[in-house]
């Protein structure tokens, strides 16, 4: 969105988001136009989506023998277990910024409540489902779209929230590479003085979009699509809590691992933020194979069941079952309003 564009519709808007939502977003929100493919088509992604939550659910824990999946949860310290809810929660808390700080640099801010219910349940089920910029998005569209967002507008907040995942892992990989860049060299399998190197990049490269946010005003034209670049305020938002998530992320996967070992949260830190770059690549749905390569580079091949599913479970595996819950929740009361909605505009349809 230009800035002339959002200063124009400041005049024949409602400024307050709330009321903004409710007379502009429903007539907007139907990219279907009411017609009845559409809203079946919306119907059947809902179920896929719910379905596919199931389904990977049960795909994370059938590898795994019930005696195993007991033994290893009864063994493991309550406190570890508890500190890793902690972090995890933490991190899903940090994640609803993302979109928080989205809303404003579109220019269509929105009640925190709004923001944080679209930004867990996008979340929640696309850390699981894979492509995440993907499928979050398009639940992420779900929910904006009732709101009073349009396509455009979902779309640079799903780039924003993307690239405040990329500045988040760039600033803290190089924090990593040069606080350990021997643990760091031994997962990229590069010399100390390349990886270092690598490092100093990642941070150069934070540090250029930083000082692009606060020079360059004229947006970039893609055909129709505008982009522009956000204000110096957001991109420091962008930079802290990006880094924040990562570093709550971390802090969780390392109290799974202090469960059974004594491993420094510098190390359990670096060898994942190197590894969850591999995750970004690979779109690998809840990181499969990634998570399980970070587990074994500090821990031995016997001691690496526990610490998985103590993580898998707190980060993965029941933010996937919540976030299923409130989505098909919001989707049944969405259309409970809707069908009274509707039936309070036919009873007081005058008759002819």
């Known amino acids: 969105m230009t800035g002339a564009r959002a200063r124009s519709g400041t005049l024949d808007e409602p400024t307050d988001p709330e009321t903004r939502a ?15 493919w559409f809203k ?34 009864t063994r493991f310290p309550l406190n570890r277990l508890g500190y890793a ?22 220019r269509r801010p929105l009640a925190y409540r709004r923001v944080a219910l679209a930004s867990f349940v996008s979340l929640s ?12 998005g398009v639940i992420r569209y779900r929910f904006y779209s009732r709101w009073g967002l349009r396509v455009q507008e979902v779309a640079k907040l799903i780039l924003f929230s993307g690239l405040t995942v990329g500045l988040g892992l760039a600033t803290l990989g190089s924090l990593a590479t040069l606080v ?3 643990i760091a060299a031994d997962v990229m399998g590069l010399g100390v003085p390349a990886t270092m190197a690598v490092g100093g990049l990642a941070a150069v490269a934070v540090v250029l979009y930083l000082i692009g946010s606060a020079f360059l005003r004229r947006p970039l034209q893609i055909r129709s699509f505008q982009l522009e670049m956000p204000p110096l305020k957001l991109a420091v ?32 830190a670096t060898v994942y933020v190197l590894a969850n770059a591999g995750v970004m690549i690979t779109h690998v749905p809840g990181g499969l194979g990634i998570i399980e390569a970070v587990v074994l580079t500090l ?36 259309r409970l309003r809707q069908g009274k909605k509707l039936g309070r505009q036919i009873n007081t349809k005058p008759a002819r």
């Open 22 to 36: 409710e007379t502009v977003g429903t007539p907007k929100s139907d990219p279907g136009g009411g017609k009845p």
């Open 299 to 334: 821990l031995s091949e016997a001691r690496l069941i526990a610490s998985l599913l103590v993580f898998r479970f707190v980060y993965f595996i029941a933010p996937l079952a919540l976030g299923a819950i409130c989505f098909g929740a919001t989707e049944a009361i969405w």
């Open 180 to 182: 350990r860049p021997e």
């Open 125 to 136: 089920l696309g850390h699981s489902i894979g492509f995440a910029g993907l499928s979050s």
């Open 40 to 73: 079946w088509l919306g119907r059947a992604a809902i179920v896929s989506f719910i379905a596919l939550a199931g389904f990977l659910l049960w795909r994370t824990l059938r590898e795994y023998s019930l005696t195993e999946l007991v033994d290893a949860i």
């Open 85 to 106: 809810a902690f972090f995890a929660a933490a991190s899903y808390l940090s994640l609803t910024c993302f979109d928080w700080l989205g809303t404003r640099y579109v």
């Open 237 to 268: 938002g962008q930079v802290v809590v990006g880094t924040i998530n990562f570093m709550l992320v971390a802090a969780c996967l390392h109290q799974a691992i202090l469960g059974l070992a004594d491993v420094p949260y510098t190390s359990a």
